[in-house]
């Protein structure tokens, strides 16, 4: 288990500086809730929790994400220098079919020689192929290797609040929360929340779910990619991986 708090310039992570007060009290308490849980419950996965990471859709409270121990066997150096561009065509060609690389252009909108440069990027780490006259991701286990993605917002009295926060860190998790420091929403928050598919922790003397989230396929967009870099990255540097 990873708790990442703090900004990582080697992996390309940076977090918010944390403001404390009530908010940050209530999400510490429940990251040791949910790090407890998934300790008991998980035997094949590990577990990376992280603290306001800095994303292009805002600040996420905090973000679970469960991995498998493999997501080094075929990890590549050259996935060090892949940037933003690199993982948005990596992510569109998850769901493509076939495309050709006047069909990326068209439709991810990149220049086209930035396009070029992306493509022999993730070429050169081993993460896609071209044959049949179209660009294709090699086998996704062996790309991506995040199990769960589960993001959560912490709203202390008003919950209202943060529905769109929460509603928007879909994009990239498969399960997103709100958390809040009640354990008897009112009625009309619970269908709300229902009706977008998040979900809601309430806590009394301790954490209940009280609406189950949504869940999303993962990779869902290139955020969630970004997250599988960072883990990987991590366990690169620490145990000087040895690249093939």
Known sequence: MT????????????????????????VELFIDYYCNKFTRNNKKTQLAVFVEPRLDSGFPDVVFASYL??????????RESLDVYDLKLLSYLCTAEKPI??????????????????LEKLMDAKLVSYRDR?????????????TKLIAVEAKLN???KVVEQTHLNTRFASHSYALTNSAHPQGETVKTFKRFGIGLYGKDSQFRRIVEARQYTLPSSYLSFQFNEWIGKSIAHQGGLQYA
């Not at 990442?4 to 009290?25: C, K, M, Q, V, W």
């Not at 179209?134 to 995040?146: D, M, P, Q, Y």
């Open 3 to 26: 708790i990442f708090n703090t900004s990582n310039p080697d992996i390309g992570l940076f977090t918010r500086p944390t403001t404390h007060g009530g908010e940050y009290a209530l």
């Open 69 to 78: 121990p493999s997501i080094t066997d075929n990890w590549s150096d050259r």
């Open 101 to 118: 690389g006047a069909k990326l252009i068209s439709t991810l909108g990149f220049p086209e020689r930035q396009t070029i440069t992306s």
């Open 134 to 146: 179209g660009w294709r991701v090699r086998e996704l286990r062996n790309v991506f290797s995040l």
């Open 158 to 160: 008003d919950i209202n």
